[in-house]
């Protein structure tokens, strides 16, 4: 069943540090998966995907790693800006739909100056 | 190139009122996705719609939700006989055809039921 979150997860870092973010998926059966940054009052926004057939993904400033194993996405994010500081989403086509995105909690990231 | 628009941004209704929700996907886009979220949550699928097709709606509430995306306008998430619980953020995203992964979302309304 669905846990009712109260609290989300935080982390807090200070600029220019690395970020890592952390997401365990529950489909075996995904094989996309997105990190998406939802700033507050706003719609989410793409940020990287990667295919299950990728261990690691790199963006600008951004990689994402992938462990199918284990069932763990993790979103690395290098010299963290104040700009960086959001709620980041994990999501993952839900039991390999084409369409279908389940997003995990949320992580809430705070960069300080 | 405008991006997914969503209207109203803020909507507040009583309860049993009708909160009608509309959202204009990017242009050349014509398929549509409509998800709730919570405070603090994350989304949750709802519905998945083409230009006058339904194709998804296993995550609509059995009653009183109902969405559209007719040919020419945009998608509506129509909630009749609102209840405190329906208070959310419900968002819409679009994507190219043939439905793809990839979502681009709008900024979403935020529906307030007193």
């Known amino acids: 069943g669905e846990s009712v979150g109260l609290h989300l997860p935080t982390l807090s870092v200070q600029e220019g540090d690395n970020s890592i973010i952390n997401c365990a998926y529950s489909?075996?059966?995904?094989?996309?998966f997105i990190w998406y940054k939802q700033e507050s009052g706003k719609g989410p926004q793409f940020i990287i995907d990667?295919?299950?057939?990728?261990d690691k993904r790199q963006g600008q400033r951004v990689t994402v790693l992938l462990n199918k194993t284990v069932k763990h996405l993790s979103l690395q994010i290098a010299a963290t800006q104040p700009g960086d500081s959001a709620v980041y989403f994990c999501?993952?086509?839900?039991?390999?739909?084409?369409?279908?995105?389940?997003f995990g909690k949320g992580t809430l990231l705070t960069v300080n100056p | 190139n405008a991006g997914v628009m969503q209207n109203p941004r803020h909507l507040v209704r009583r309860r049993g009122q009708e909160a009608r929700l509309r959202c204009s996907p990017m242009k050349g886009h014509s398929h549509v996705y409509w998800y709730r979220q919570l405070p603090e949550e994350g989304l949750k699928f709802m519905v998945y719609l083409q230009k006058e097709n339904i194709i998804d709606e296993s995550g609509m509430p059995k009653e009183r939700f109902s969405a559209e995306f007719p040919k020419e306008g945009p998608s509506i998430l129509r909630i009749q006989q609102v209840v405190r619980g329906d208070s959310a953020a419900y968002f819409c995203?679009?994507?190219?055809?043939?439905?793809?992964?990839?979502?681009?979302f709008g900024p979403g309304t935020r529906l307030t039921v007193l």
């Open positions: 995203a679009s994507s190219p055809p043939p439905g793809r992964y990839e979502q681009f």
């Open positions: 999501a993952e086509n839900s039991g390999g739909s084409n369409y279908k995105l389940t």
């Open positions: 990667i295919r299950s057939n990728m």
């Open positions: 489909n075996s059966a995904s094989d996309y």
